[in-house]
């Protein structure tokens, strides 16, 4: 039986987030997306002025998984919410109930932070993500689509 604990990500653990990161990217069918390097990583994670949260999923004291979040606001509730920028838990420890736990780690630091809002998104085709969170009471919010901007679009938007 494997014997799981959470705790806080330091600088140390960069290079175990930077493959982690990289694992899922190729799970995601992404690993040419990923431009992260243990000194960004380490400077947009542990720097001054740093906004995201992280935490290490050990199983029996050996990095299996990762989460990493930052806040944001809802205005209509006059609150911030947690949101879950990416979890990952290494293949061999899939169905196991790790991946369950860090999201019960994230809710318990949601609940301490006044949190009104825990929040992430999944890819619509990784039918074994859905099941966690639906079977852990999470709903999907379909009414809503989600934009994004970025590289040279980004860019040539803000240059005008």
């Not at 960069?14 to 990583?41: C, D, P």
């Not at 061999?92 to 009104?116: F, I, N």
């Not at 999470?138 to 860019?155: F, H, K, N, T, V």
């Amino acid at each position: 039986m494997t014997s799981f604990t959470i705790r806080t990500a330091t600088p140390d653990d960069v290079g175990s987030i930077l493959r982690f990161i990289t694992e899922l990217a190729v799970y995601e069918k992404a690993a040419h997306e990923v431009e992260a390097t243990e000194e960004s990583l380490t400077r947009t994670l542990f720097g001054l002025g740093a906004v995201t949260g992280a935490a290490i999923l050990e199983a029996d004291g050996v990095p299996a998984g990762f989460a990493i979040w930052f806040y944001s606001y809802s205005t209509w509730q006059a609150r911030k919410g947690l949101y879950l920028e990416d979890l990952y838990v290494s293949p061999d420890y899939r169905g196991s109930g790790a991946g369950k736990l860090l999201l019960r780690h994230l809710a318990r630091t949601a609940v301490e932070e006044g949190c009104g809002r825990f929040e992430w998104s999944v890819l619509d085709w990784n039918t074994p993500a859905i099941r966690v969170y639906e079977a852990v009471g999470a709903e999907p919010q379909s009414e809503w689509i989600r934009y994004r901007l970025s590289g040279d679009r980004l860019r040539d938007f803000a240059a005008g």
